[in-house]
């Protein structure tokens, strides 16, 4: 009877054990889940079932571990269908690598070529290479030339100037066209005042901008005459040596520049006048009496002060109407060697222009322009 009721009672005390352990499994595994799930993993339940015989069945194992490898797969392919641009991305990275690619390969072509044609002595150039660079340069001037313009204006120019007489209508320029560029002594031949006085004078008023032409255009580099103040051309860009009236008869030599230099309206960097001895000494005035009147020194001398008057303001463009009339041979020689020296001058470079009728003066120009024919 004991026996019976022992019996009973481990029986009963072995099915609370379980159940204990069963809602511990439970509890433990719920745990987990919660866990996973924080963390962002999903659980895959699943059950395997023995027989009798404590041999497990295999299928379901196989259906977990496919199960198992197709998650991933599809989380790969959710993952691309969330980014529909990646692919394209990466096809663009592709073509960026491929055109990088080409261009350090033409760079390597081309540095092949330079190697090739600066080779040290001793060592041979292939005939194909030199000839490829030869072609290379060749194209690179012509591209340089068709599209780079670099043009270069005359210092003082007349293009197809024609000056038509009011009464008379003759032309005393006829479709005119000079170039005139800095740092060359210029003549510019005309006939002589016995055979023809106007033509000198009207190209002279022209050039000097006291008459505008009855057709083309006056040039001071890439200015048209029409489009500059007076005050800009007379007093600074042009510096002129007429026949008559070139200085001040009752002034000194430093009173003749003084009086140009104020009415020119510029700035000097150093006081008037310095610039106005310096300029006197450049031209080989040697006055020995400050305060001399210029209508009291030579005629070599008037001149120089002309000239120096001239050049005060810095001018571009110097024009001289026959300049050595009336001085001996010695004296016209010795203004011409300043004239010269004007002209091949650096700073500042100028262009300096002889109207004359003199084929000595003509002569001892680097560039002459004939106007008798």
Known sequence: MSNGIDDKDEAMSTDTTNEQNDHNDQNTGNDQDAKAAENGIESLEFSVEYDDAGDADETPAEAVAAAAQEEPASSASKESEEQPGANAAADETDANTAATSANADHVDQTMQLVKGATKGKGQKTGASDGNAYAKTNHRLDRQVRDRVLLKSYPTFSLNHVTTTARKTGRHMLDDLSLAFYAGTLYAVKVLGDEEDPEQRTTLMAVMGAFQLPTSG?????????????????????????????????????????????????????????????????????????????????????????????????????????????????????????????????????????????????????????????
């Open 217 to 373: 255009e006056v040039m001071s580099k890439s200015s048209n005459f029409t489009e500059l103040e007076l005050s800009e051309l007379r007093g600074h860009r042009l510096g002129l040596v007429p026949q008559r009236y070139a200085v001040r008869g009752d002034l000194d030599a430093e009173g003749n520049l003084l009086y140009a230099m104020n009415g020119s309206g510029r700035g000097f960097l150093k006081p008037k006048p310095v610039v106005a001895r310096e300029m006197l000494q450049s031209v080989g005035y040697t006055g020995a009496a400050k305060g001399k009147k210029v209508s009291e020194l030579s005629l070599l001398d008037q001149r120089r002060v002309a000239i120096a008057r001239a050049l005060c303001c810095d001018a571009e463009t110097v024009i001289l109407d026959e300049p050595t009339k009336g001085l001996d041979e010695a004296d016209a020689a010795e203004l011409l060697d300043l004239l010269r020296r004007i002209a091949r001058g650096r700073d500042p470079k100028r262009v300096v222009i002889i109207i004359t009728s003199s084929d000595a003066v003509a002569d001892a120009a680097q560039k002459v322009y004939d106007l008798t024919d």
